[in-house]
């Protein structure tokens, strides 16, 4: 534990609790503090709370500020939010503080299309402070950005890149089931729609990430987002779906040049979908069809991606960071780091 | 072209005319030297010698460092051999002259096992010249190292690492079948491998990579190779394998740790191999198993990954770098970058 990195977890939701799980059992990392603002939780212990075997002998404060200055983490692990202009007063507070960040806000993974300005006030705080901030996860974060990015340096051009994430929801848990609409009528699922509650927040983000690392310069990114009707009844251990009812959600972001889609990603979640998987197709030289089999874990590959940045993080010049600006990121499980410091 | 990163081509066998074929038709790059030590080909254009339509104006000279020195590039792609040490002179010639270097040479691409010394060396001459250095291609460089470490980013924890590239040879060129051994007796095989002509290099040094990045101490790294024989008889195009004859050649590195292998790169290539592809296989949390189908194009593959690669070197601080310290190497084609300076 002494050798880790010492890093505060910021925010106690599912995401939070599923990143300090990892971070636990992880010897190149050591957990130093924990923060939230629900009143429910504040007071317990993280290692409880993240339902491991033993407590962690760190008790969730909501007083960052004193956590931070007291403690003097190497990072953060942030897991408020997924709106970069609703957590950005947290980001600042951390930053301020002295700690670098590696955070799963989505639109935090390429905030320079949404919120440029934001996003160079960021950039040159953490510069004065001497700090990195980086925004990842799966997905934004690698699965439809990073990752096809990565594979066109085998090509001599790219004129198109689609990455496709299929993944059949039969063994996922209810809360994923219903976060996907599934089993709701087409009014019930436009009205999930309506209120913003359905979508998954990022892929304008990771579209815009791959041109920026193309050095395409898009004209518009469009994105729409509807339900895969059962078109016989599906079921699940939790749910069954009738015919007419949504299975589950299809969404999908576009990357336009000259009005030529130059970037696609499609994300479809559905109960009974044929197969699992992630793939990235590109057009040019030499034609790209990657696919990993059996797609990757969602919750567990979030967590991964955050605990496996914190490295790169840690050693990378000050500024705000996206992930096709830093080295690869690997697992580093397997290693212990000492005297991390810039 | 006045855009491009100024780059001289230095090693015109056809590794390097197969780059410059490539760096020809790309905005980002300005080819503005070229260097051979043939004197077959000393003093004819490189756009002739790389059989493009045009010449480019550019006479291959045998004198590197009054070309280094009067045309100042940005950047050599560095294509002339497999040993870092047989080329070392050269890379330092190349470093003194102020010039950052994307190099094809195997051995460069993790030379801390085998050459620490020299790569200690080179590191530090390279900080003194303020240029930055990189052995990159396709295989070392992408395929069997920096690929399967980058997938690693999405797992918890990694046991093994597995890589695998399967060619079928049947519809190479000719000079590719006989490189790999095709049509050979086993005797005739055996003292192929003898000479050390059939040998592919850089499997150990993918292996040192992979276990560097995942913070692997390994104990030992042992390689073999031998013919994959015809079971009956196989042909393609140019030449017909008999039963009892090589079809092709396998090549296997393992990396262990307290005897247990924790990381095997295998290399086929044959006529009649059922299916073309790369892939990568993690035993981990959780498991990941990824495929390239079809395969990767060799000659294609490792001219891009240098061309590709010239930007991050540029832009890199100084020193001696591997594939696992850069930035995410991606396709450049579509960008064009103006006054790149350290």
């Known amino acids: 534990m002494a050798e880790g990195i010492r890093a505060v977890q910021y925010g106690c939701g599912p995401i939070g609790l599923g990143v300090t799980s990892l971070a636990a059992h992880r010897k190149d990392i050591e957990l130093v503090g924990a923060v939230d603002i629900d009143p429910e939780i504040v007071g317990s212990d993280l290692g409880e709370m993240a339902d491991l075997d033993d407590k962690l002998g760190i008790v969730i404060t909501d007083d960052a500020g004193t956590l931070l200055s007291e403690v003097k983490p190497d990072i953060a692990f942030h897991t408020t939010g997924s709106s970069f202009r609703n957590v950005y007063s947290q980001l600042e507070d951390i930053v301020r503080a002295g700690v670098n960040i590696v955070s799963t806000c989505e639109e935090l993974s390429f ?12 950039d040159s705080l953490a510069k004065e402070n001497g700090v990195t901030v980086l925004g990842t996860g799966i997905n934004p974060g690698f699965l439809m950005d990073t990752w096809p990015l990565s594979m066109t340096a085998v090509c001599r051009d790219v004129e198109e890149v689609k990455a496709v994430r299929i993944q059949d929801a039969s063994s996922r848990r209810l809360p994923f089931q219903k976060k996907i609409g599934a089993g709701r009528t087409p009014d019930e699922f436009q009205n999930l729609i309506d209120e913003g509650t359905l979508r998954h927040v990022g892929l304008p983000e990771s579209t815009a990430m791959i041109a920026a690392g193309l050095g395409w310069e898009l004209d518009e990114i469009t994105e729409e987002i ?17 015919p007419g009812q949504a299975a589950g959600v299809k969404q999908i972001s576009h990357g336009l040049i000259a009005g030529k889609e130059v970037v696609t990603l499609e994300f479809q979640a559905y109960i009974g979908a044929p197969e699992t998987y992630d793939a990235v197709y590109i057009k040019g030289t030499p034609n790209m069809e990657v696919v990993i089999k059996g797609g990757t874990h969602g919750d567990i590959g979030t967590a991964a991606m955050v605990v496996n940045a914190a490295r790169r993080v840690v050693e990378a010049p ?9 080295p690869v990121v690997v697992c580093t499980a397997g290693s212990s780091y000492a005297g991390y410091s810039k």
Request: hydrophobic share 35%.
């Open 111 to 122: 905030p320079y299309k949404r919120e440029p300005d934001l996003a160079a006030q960021l």
């Open 226 to 242: 509807g339900p895969v009707m059962a078109e016989s009844q599906v079921s699940s251990p939790h749910l069954t779906v009738e």
């Open 318 to 326: 000050p500024g705000l960071l996206t992930m096709k600006d830093v």
